[in-house]
């Protein structure tokens, strides 16, 4: 079986959230995506915020970070069945804005999002993510990854961002390790 990326459908946000103005990211005049994938998958991966979805034509793509998720989700055996990304932010900010306020109303959100979803295993990607998440400015990627943390009570690795994977091919090696841990606590190998 060959691997072929896809595009993965987007789950609406509550409707308690779907107007949500509270960190201004709206004002970018970018749009709201809660996740994508299946929204009651067993993993969550969490990324720093939505990418793009779409050219300038509006003619829908699979971009570089999905293509690196899911042609290493594919490499180590995980199907789009097992995964759900969501993100730190729900808009893609456009130009520049006050991060730690942003950060500080959205991780308020991912939060309420968990407790809804209760995953089993979640994977976090990127420092910007993973310093969010964790709520600690000090941490990053390459001194947390390849080891299993309890963070808010979920069950919780790390990795690089695929992005910095895809400009920087010396991480792959350790991307695809960071997947198998995933994988083997998963299925329990």
């Known amino acids: 079986m060959e691997f072929c990326p896809s595009i993965w459908s987007e789950e609406t946000a509550p409707k308690s959230m779907s107007d949500c103005r509270e960190c201004g990211l709206y004002r970018h005049g970018s749009r709201m995506v809660w996740g994508e994938g299946n ?18 034509d509006k003619t829908p793509f699979v971009c570089g970070t999905r293509q690196t998720m899911q042609h ?15 993100y730190i932010l729900k808009r893609k900010p456009t130009r520049s804005y006050n991060k730690d306020h942003v950060r500080k109303i959205c991780i308020e959100h991912l939060y309420e999002q968990l407790v809804v979803k209760q995953p089993k295993l979640i994977l976090c990607l990127g420092n910007v993510a993973v310093q969010a998440f964790f709520q600690n400015d000090e941490v990053d ?4 990854r390849g ?24 991480l792959q090696s350790l991307f ?9 606590q998963y299925f329990g190998i």
């Open 39 to 56: 929204p009651n998958a067993p993993i969550m991966i969490i990324l720093d915020n939505p990418g793009a979805r779409e050219g300038r």
């Open 72 to 86: 290493t989700a594919f490499r180590v055996g995980l199907t789009s069945d097992d995964l759900y990304v969501t």
């Open 141 to 144: 990627v390459k001194t947390l």
């Open 147 to 170: 080891s299993w943390h309890e963070v808010n009570g979920f069950k919780t690795a790390v990795s690089y961002h695929p992005l910095a994977v895809r400009r920087r091919p010396n």
């Open 176 to 184: 695809i390790e960071d997947w198998s841990l995933v994988t083997q």
